[in-house]
């Protein structure tokens, strides 16, 4: 079954803009990084190659870039221009993304917490709100063993 | 025989008990994503699911009032690798707390295969292949949900920006097909279809009339924004005209047709106004009351 690698290769050609350029260059590079069929090898590049690819990197980028911007509104603002390039080195270093806001969030404050090329107004807002993400995170894993479906647990099936 | 009249209500959002608050008598129903009932660590946590407890309680201060109806987005039935078991325990649990009269997944894809769950996100929800390969693992994990649940289980049609080509079947006979090995019905999303044919030049008519009418069990209806010469689900504003008049016309076709939801984001609700979120309820229930006048339609689906 090659479908897993097809669904692998469409979510890989979502999250990088550069491997999409690269197999509409050369639509056979495909079938050298995963293993599939000749009609799903057709269906990527027909689909690396469609207009609507270029939504599907930008909302990818949307999303991943909601948790940040949720959470560290300053930073962003601070950051300015140079937030593309560094949360664009961010994603290549950690390629997955977390479900978790927080988490994600966290991630990328210490990403940045260990350059050396941030602003001083950069650094100061980095230092803020890094501090409350990680003041929300520990409040919440404190409240991990609460289980708020306690009682419905323990009832027989609807 | 005329149609019952579908019950109207809004997608759960941190806003909605404003509205709940201000104009509760319009809400029939309320549509919780579980997934945002929780925070996830992740697998290797010793607790994994820590739970919102305010929202949980400030949704349970709704829950006598209103019926609850249960919208996923975590467990990406395409997706090519096994069910998440433990999130699907807790989607379980949620219901067993609220009391879902339905539970509905994506037929999108959220989760990549080779990722380790839950941090193998898609970043979006991504095209999936109509094939009679993933027919079999929507199929079986839509019994296993059926099982675990004990309620009616649904399918969303997406929104697509590169649909895949040369599928086996069209999205519309793939959800028919899955209703008939598996009884899943479908929550028709009016929203993601306008978007589908204005990115995609799908014909909404020839969408609509090759569905089963007796799959669809409720209706989604949303408003978007335009993102560099695409349109986009973004849930930011009032539904557009059209899907009212093709409400209008294709409610009273679907004779399982019993709750029409607007979607729509917190981050969104003081653009569209209190005030808008009525007009849409109000919108809704004309819409519901016109399908419940209606005469029971022949079924005349083969």
């Known amino acids: 079954m090659s479908l897993d690698q097809f669904q692998r290769a469409l979510t890989d050609l979502t999250a990088s803009p550069a491997l999409c350029r690269a197999v509409r260059r050369e639509p056979a590079l495909l079938s050298q990084l995963y293993a599939l069929s000749p009609l799903e090898q057709d269906r990527l590049a027909d689909i690396a190659a469609s207009n609507g690819m270029e939504a599907n990197c930008m909302i990818y980028r949307a999303n991943r870039l909601a948790p940040v911007a949720l959470n560290c509104p300053d930073l962003c603002a601070a950051l300015g221009d140079d937030l593309n390039r560094l949360i664009s080195a961010y994603w290549y270093a950690e390629p997955t993304t977390n479900v978790h806001f927080l988490v994600e969030t966290e991630r990328f404050c210490q990403f940045l917490e260990e350059r050396d090329d941030l602003s001083p107004q950069a650094r100061k807002a980095l230092s803020r709100e890094h501090r409350k993400v990680r003041d929300r995170l520990a409040a919440t894993a404190a409240m991990a063993d609460r289980d708020a479906f306690a009682v419905a647990r323990v009832m027989p099936p609807a | 025989m005329a149609l ?12 909605v008990p404003a509205v709940l608050d ?13 997934d945002r009932l929780w925070y996830d660590f992740g697998t290797g946590a010793e607790h994994r699911f820590s739970h919102a407890h305010t929202a949980i309680a400030e949704l349970g201060r709704f829950a006598g009032r209103h019926a609850m109806i249960g919208h996923g987005i975590g467990l990406s039935l395409p997706s090519a690798m096994p069910i998440d078991e433990d999130l699907l325990a807790e989607v379980a649990a949620s219901h067993r707390h609220f009391g879902y009269r339905w539970y509905s997944e994506h037929l999108s894809m959220f ?13 979006m929800g991504l095209p999936v292949v109509h094939d009679a390969e993933l027919l079999e693992i929507v199929g079986r994990k839509v019994e296993l949900l059926q099982a675990t649940l004990g309620v009616p289980i649904a399918l969303e049609n997406g929104t697509i920006f590169s649909a895949v080509p040369n599928p086996e079947m069209s999205e519309p ?43 669809v069990i409720e209706v989604h209806v949303a408003g978007g924004d335009p993102l560099r010469g695409h349109y986009t689900d973004s849930h930011s504003r009032r539904s557009p005209a059209v899907i009212w008049d093709w409400l209008e016309e294709w409610g ?9 939801t607007f979607e729509y984001h917190e981050s969104y609700h003081k653009r569209i106004g209190l005030a808008g979120v009525v007009a849409e309820l109000e919108k809704m229930h004309a819409a519901a009351e016109a399908i419940s006048g209606a005469p029971q339609p022949t079924p005349a689906f083969a």
């Open chain 2, 111 to 123: 989760l990549a295969p080779g990722g380790s769950v839950p941090n193998a996100q898609a970043g």
């Open chain 2, 4 to 15: 019952a009249k579908p019950s109207v209500g809004l997608l759960y959002n941190p806003a």
């Open chain 2, 252 to 260: 009273p076709r679907f004779p399982n047709l019993a709750a029409i």
């Open chain 2, 173 to 215: 006979e793939f959800m028919n097909r899955l209703h008939e090995r598996t009884g899943c019905k479908m929550l028709l999303d009016l929203h993601n279809l306008y978007a589908n044919m204005r990115n995609l030049n799908w014909s909404p008519a020839e969408y609509l009339g090759a569905l089963d009418p007796e799959i």
């Open chain 2, 22 to 34: 201000a104009a509760g008598t319009l809400v029939d129903h309320i549509e919780v994503i579980p």
